[in-house]
T-cell receptor
Framework: NAGVTQTPKFQVLKTGQSMTLQCAQDMNHEYMSWYRQDPGMGLRLIHY???????DQGEVPNGYNVSRSTTEDFPLRLLSAAPSQTSVYFCASSYLREEEKLFFGSGTQLSVL | DAKTTQPTSMDCAEGRAANLPCNHSTISGNEYVYWYRQIHSQGPQYIIHGLKNNETNEMASLIITEDRKSSTLILPHATLRDTAVYYCISEGETGANNLFFGTGTRLTVIP
């Protein structure tokens, strides 16, 4: 049981480049989400999904796109990377119930030069 | 969504109980309180959650005041591996499983 798997672990981009951060879970969780964490700060919600075909914006969605074509995968796309997107990105998943704990991936450290 | 307030940092001697406080005075009656921790650069790890009653699991105990305006996470016998940032979180207004993390309490366990 792998849990929540994020790839890559590290990535360096130039301003304007695009890339996709991958997130996969093998627990059949309905809910998946993306957070970013900047130095000295807590996690901020970017986008989330409550099931295949359903996505919605979180607190800081600008500059990011998501899609949920399968239950297992929830990729995060940066269409034109900016230095302000330098951060650590965490993917999380859980069952969609009244009270449920989130399982987090190990994170992707992204630097945009 | 209810906001939480936590001390920025705390120290605890190894082997002693660590008591981490959290204020959530605006929490509504059906909002749970969750505790997570983040060790160094790892992804956050769920610890415990509660609504009204005190809760205990293999990791910690959660004491919620009767008026639900505050809670305390208790690590009964802190070890060096418990050094981490601890987040007290209430549910977000957007529902689903969205949780809003603050800056948490940095707990340092001292040998």
């Amino acid at each position: 049981n792998a849990g929540v798997t994020q790839t890559p672990k590290f990535q360096v981009l130039k301003t304007g480049q695009s890339m996709t951060l991958q997130c996969a879970q093998d627990m059949n969780h309905e809910y998946m989400s993306w957070y970013r964490q900047d130095p000295g700060m807590g996690l901020r919600l970017i986008h989330y999904s409550v099931g295949a075909g359903i996505t919605d914006q979180g607190e800081v969605p600008n500059g990011y796109n998501v899609s949920r074509s399968t239950t297992e995968d929830f990729p995060l796309r940066l269409l034109s990377a900016a230095p302000s997107q330098t951060s650590v990105y965490f993917c999380a998943s859980s069952y969609l119930r009244e009270e449920e704990k989130l399982f987090f991936g190990s994170g992707t450290q992204l630097s945009v030069l | 969504d209810a906001k939480t307030t936590q001390p920025t940092s705390m120290d605890c001697a190894e082997g002693r109980a660590a008591n981490l406080p959290c204020n959530h005075s605006t929490i509504s009656g059906n909002e749970y309180v969750y505790w997570y921790r983040q060790i160094h650069s790892q992804g956050p790890q769920y610890i415990i959650h509660g609504l009204k009653n005190n809760e205990t699991n293999e990791m910690a105990s959660l004491i919620i005041t009767e008026d639900r305006k505050s809670s305390t996470l208790i690590l009964p016998h802190a070890t060096l591996r418990d050094t981490a940032v601890y987040y007290c979180i209430s549910e977000g207004e957007t529902g689903a499983n969205n949780l809003f993390f603050g800056t948490g309490t940095r707990l340092t366990v001292i040998p």
